[in-house]
């Protein structure tokens, strides 16, 4: 089986209903018969795929296990039948059965890159992956031993941000959750992630999961058209990005939630300055300015962020956050795979909207011309590969774990287009090249024509 007919199999629905039933580790009661035949699917893929090249690196190995421990038998019947899943024979004494994960288990992976899987981990939480993922890892960072934080204004602040996430395809809590943890391996990873004060982890972490609060599910471009209070608010400038901030404020401000009230008053203002600054920079309409001056700044001073002065510290912490928010193409290919449609499922809401409303809809968010698979290879290509080559100055390790990912999903993306297929011809009229590639709002891939009433 040649690797691209691996790819193709991975985005089809029956792998998509496997995959589920593994990362999840249902029990066999618990399956219907679509879920049996999926996995008899998946197991035969895993096994081909083994014997030959070994490409099956999507699961991990607690997850291999739970697929080798059922056999599969079909039913001799006249015309063609499904197979039935059969239970596993008696194990040995000693043998491992087996299991889900528990919570503690997926919060022992909290800074593990390739391991941790934000999707089990919201169902482990009950819809809460935002509060468990930001009060370990400030745990896990030393944070709240080194400053005076009460823990239940804590937990009541990331209830109420978590809940203040809207329910979007994409821009949701368990995005929020999914980009903090991002920071908290990123941390882990390399040294720079000793060099940063508590009250800069406390800010990043926080940053991180309020980045996205109360998003609407609409690009800014789209708030502007619409002349919406948002944009007129902020003069049509970073619309989302600045109702973020407000809203964290908000709710900050409320006395069961507001955890930097033991504080000196200049830390403090200083956490309020930083989380501002950080989540107003996830404004993608920066982004090619914010790499410019992360450059020349690294350039300047070198990797040794101990050494670099007060502003240079905040770029570091912004160039962080834009990363890990930009990041989920270089998650493993299962998770690259279900974020890259949940953006474009959201984008495509949008579009929907647009015609609607008799606007002309944006060229990306045409759900009839603008395919998954060419998006997610532009940004890759565009966006995402340069930012991480800058980022390797500074966070060596975490380039290393993530380039892989990413060469896989380019090749996974590029071979949904069509084998042999001219690339740039199938992906014109979605991914068409804009003026100096200088790119927009946070995950938001621009229609290279003028918005109307912009």
């Given at each position: 089986?040649?690797?691209?007919?691996?790819?193709?199999?991975?985005?089809?629905?029956?792998?998509?209903?496997?995959?589920?039933?593994?990362?999840?580790?249902?029990?066999?009661?618990?399956?219907?018969?679509?879920?049996?035949?999926?996995?008899?699917?998946?197991?035969?893929?895993?096994?081909?795929?083994?014997?030959?090249?070994?490409?099956?690196?999507?699961?991990?190995?607690?997850?291999?296990?739970?697929?080798?421990?059922?056999?599969?038998?079909?039913?001799?019947?006249?015309?063609?039948?499904?197979?039935?899943?059969?239970?596993?024979?008696?194990?040995?004494?000693?043998?491992?059965?087996?299991?889900?994960?528990?919570?503690?288990?997926?919060?022992?992976?909290?800074?593990?890159?390739?391991?941790?899987?934000?999707?089990?981990?919201?169902?482990?939480?009950?819809?809460?992956?935002?509060?468990?993922?930001?009060?370990?890892?400030?745990?896990?960072?030393?944070?709240?031993?080194?400053?005076?934080?009460?823990?239940?204004?804590?937990?009541?602040?990331?209830?109420?941000?978590?809940?203040?996430?809207?329910?979007?395809?994409?821009?949701?809590?368990?995005?929020?959750?999914?980009?903090?943890?991002?920071?908290?391996?990123?941390?882990?990873?390399?040294?720079?992630?000793?060099?940063?004060?508590?009250?800069?982890?406390?800010?990043?972490?926080?940053?991180?999961?309020?980045?996205?609060?109360?998003?609407?599910?609409?690009?800014?471009?789209?708030?502007?058209?619409?002349?919406?209070?948002?944009?007129?608010?902020?003069?049509?400038?970073?619309?989302?990005?600045?109702?973020?901030?407000?809203?964290?404020?908000?709710?900050?401000?409320?006395?069961?939630?507001?955890?930097?009230?033991?504080?000196?008053?200049?830390?403090?203002?200083?956490?309020?300055?930083?989380?501002?600054?950080?989540?107003?920079?996830?404004?993608?309409?920066?982004h090619a300015a914010a790499l410019d001056d992360f450059a020349d700044t690294l350039a300047e001073l070198g990797p040794d962020l101990a050494a670099w002065p007060g502003e240079a510290r905040v770029k570091a912490l912004q160039m962080l956050l834009h990363t890990a928010d930009i990041s989920n193409p270089a998650r493993p290919l299962h998770h690259c795979m279900v974020w890259g449609r949940?953006?474009?499922?959201?984008?495509?809401?949008?579009?929907?909207?647009?015609?609607?409303?008799?606007?002309?809809?944006?060229?990306?968010?045409?759900?009839?011309?603008?395919?998954?698979?060419?998006?997610?290879?532009?940004?890759?290509?565009?966006?995402?590969?340069?930012?991480?080559?800058l980022v390797e100055g500074l966070a060596p390790n975490f380039v290393a774990a993530a380039m892989p990912h990413i060469e896989g999903a380019a090749a996974y993306w590029r071979s949904q287009i069509g084998e042999g297929g001219d690339e740039a011809a199938a992906c014109a009229p979605a991914c068409a090249t804009f003026p100096g590639s200088a790119a927009l709002g946070s995950h938001e891939?621009?229609?290279?024509?003028?918005?109307?009433?912009?």
């Amino acid at each position: 089986m040649s690797g691209s007919v691996l790819l193709r199999f991975l985005d089809t629905p029956i792998a998509r209903k496997a995959f589920n039933v593994v990362q999840h580790f249902k029990r066999k009661d618990e399956l219907d018969a679509e879920e049996q035949f999926a996995l008899l699917r998946l197991h035969s893929w895993l096994a081909r795929s083994e014997g030959g090249n070994g490409e099956m690196v999507w699961l991990d190995d607690e997850q291999r296990a739970y697929l080798r421990s059922f056999t599969y038998k079909h039913v001799p019947a006249a015309g063609p039948q499904k197979p039935v899943l059969q239970s596993p024979p008696p194990r040995p004494c000693g043998a491992v059965t087996p299991r889900r994960l528990t919570l503690q288990e997926m919060l022992d992976r909290m800074e593990d890159w390739e391991r941790f899987d934000v999707f089990v981990l919201e169902k482990l939480t009950g819809g809460e992956p935002l509060h468990a993922v930001c009060m370990e890892l400030l745990r896990r960072r030393g944070v709240l031993e080194a400053l005076p934080i009460p823990e239940d204004r804590l937990s009541s602040f990331l209830r109420a941000a978590e809940r203040a996430y809207c329910p979007n395809p994409y821009h949701n809590s368990t995005h929020a959750a999914d980009v903090t943890q991002a920071l908290g391996a990123m941390l882990a990873m390399d040294a720079y992630g000793a060099a940063l004060t508590p009250l800069e982890q406390l800010a990043l972490l926080i940053a991180g999961a309020v980045h996205d609060l109360g998003h609407p599910g609409v690009q800014n471009a789209f708030l502007v058209r619409t002349e919406a209070d948002c944009a007129k608010q902020c003069g049509g400038k970073s619309v989302n990005e600045s109702m973020h901030v407000a809203l964290a404020f908000e709710l900050l401000r409320r006395p069961e939630n507001d955890f930097i009230c033991r504080l000196p008053p200049e830390d403090r203002a200083e956490f309020l300055r930083l989380v501002e600054a950080m989540v107003l920079c996830t404004d993608m309409a920066y982004h090619a300015a914010a790499l410019d001056d992360f450059a020349d700044t690294l350039a300047e001073l070198g990797p040794d962020l101990a050494a670099w002065p007060g502003e240079a510290r905040v770029k570091a912490l912004q160039m962080l956050l834009h990363t890990a928010d930009i990041s989920n193409p270089a998650r493993p290919l299962h998770h690259c795979m279900v974020w890259g449609r949940k953006i474009h499922d959201e984008m495509y809401k949008q579009g929907d909207l647009e015609r609607a409303l008799g606007l002309e809809v944006t060229a990306v968010c045409d759900r009839a011309s603008a395919p998954v698979a060419c998006g997610q290879l532009k940004f890759i290509n565009i966006f995402l590969t340069p930012c991480l080559k800058l980022v390797e100055g500074l966070a060596p390790n975490f380039v290393a774990a993530a380039m892989p990912h990413i060469e896989g999903a380019a090749a996974y993306w590029r071979s949904q287009i069509g084998e042999g297929g001219d690339e740039a011809a199938a992906c014109a009229p979605a991914c068409a090249t804009f003026p100096g590639s200088a790119a927009l709002g946070s995950h938001e891939i621009p229609d290279p024509k003028p918005a109307k009433g912009a």
